[in-house]
């Protein structure tokens, strides 16, 4: 069922890897921070006040979203819109697909080619592994798949109920910095937005490897569904801080794509996940991301980055992910004009 990782990863897990210029890349000082001062709950937010409140509470609401967005770059939503019922199919279907035998899954006819992946081909140390299984399923691939089954239709639903939270969430974030709430619709279309379902197996070595490497996601918005085993950790006040699980609650968090969009506004926080030695954590996300070439304009009249299309980000991320083993993203647009 698991991922060979011990046979394809044992030179990185069981032999000390010299760190040096010619060998390997230097990895960003937050991948070697790995001390947590506690675990907190997220900013949580009742987002049905958006259609069912009154005015103050709607206002209340925005105000709210557009607060944690700005100070963590993540928060919690519940009253969301997507049942509990949605939620656990999701869940149950997610582990079923897992399930399958290794040989089985890396070669699934399910979804497009090259949607199962595990690890980190390019990992040159340790640090740079994620210890980790994923479906990368786009959005058309769900809604145009030929096998119908129960995994198909729930995820059609959860991809569906996630793509209007999504927008309506992007459009509050919109208007409280001034830009056109209609750019989303118009931009983020249903080819280039995909689901994400993950899995992180037992490790031996929950202390020298992540389940998922310090990141910031490329997209506007992400929507998480997890369970209730925890190792989602991210950078508050520069610490690390772990995210306790709300079972009713689903995680939001800003991409690199608003944070450059509002001109530094919101924030895309650092996160990662951490392995567990005894105990496989699983979660699904929705990211919610433009056409490539859909130009992303930096709001202001001092704008922090210069404009670039969602292509050439892709692009710049992924040359950078095989030349240095991560990911650099936004620092590569900064506007030097300003």
Not at 38 to 54: Q, W
Not at 159 to 177: F, G, I, Q, R, T
Request: glycine share 4%; hydrophobic share 35%.
């Amino acid at each position: 069922m698991d991922p060979p990782f011990n046979e394809t990863y044992k030179t990185l897990l069981y032999k000390q890897i010299k760190n040096t210029e010619n060998s390997v890349p230097q990895t960003p000082f937050s991948f070697h921070v790995t001390a947590v001062v506690e675990e907190v709950e997220l900013p949580l937010i009742d987002v049905s006040r958006l259609i069912n409140g009154a005015e103050k509470e709607r206002e209340k609401c925005k105000q709210d979203i557009a607060s944690a967005s700005r100070e963590w770059g993540f928060f919690q939503v519940i009253n969301h819109g997507i049942s509990m019922d949605v939620l656990e199919k999701m869940r149950q279907e997610q582990i079923r697909v897992f399930r399958e035998p290794f040989d089985k899954k890396s070669k699934s006819e399910k979804f497009s080619t090259g949607s199962y992946r595990w690890g980190t081909p390019s990992a040159t140390c340790v640090r740079q592994l994620s210890w980790s299984e994923a479906f990368h399923v786009p959005m058309t691939d769900i809604s145009d798949n030929k096998y119908f089954t129960t995994l198909s239709s729930t995820m059609e639903k959860f991809a569906s109920e996630s793509e209007a939270l999504a927008y309506s969430l992007a459009e509050v974030l919109a208007e409280k910095s001034g830009r056109k709430s209609s750019f989303f619709k118009k931009t983020c279309v249903r080819n280039t937005c995909y689901l994400r379902m993950n899995r992180y197996p037992p490790c031996p070595n929950p202390s020298e490897v992540y389940g998922l490497m310090p990141h910031t996601d490329s997209d506007f918005l992400t929507i998480l569904y997890q369970d209730q085993v925890g190792g989602l950790q991210l950078i508050k006040d520069d610490r690390w801080i772990a995210v306790k699980p709300n079972p009713r609650a689903l995680i939001i968090n800003i991409g690199d794509l608003f944070q450059a969009w509002s001109n530094g506004m919101y924030k895309s926080v650092e996160h990662r996940v951490m392995t567990n030695p005894t105990v496989e954590r699983f979660s699904t996300a929705y990211f919610l991301c433009p056409s490539y070439d859909a130009v992303i304009e930096c709001s202001g009249d001092c704008p922090a980055y210069r404009n670039f299309s969602f292509g050439e980000f892709r692009q710049q991320v992924q040359e950078d992910v095989k030349k240095l083993g991560y990911k650099v993203g936004l620092p590569r647009f900064i506007n030097d004009i300003y």
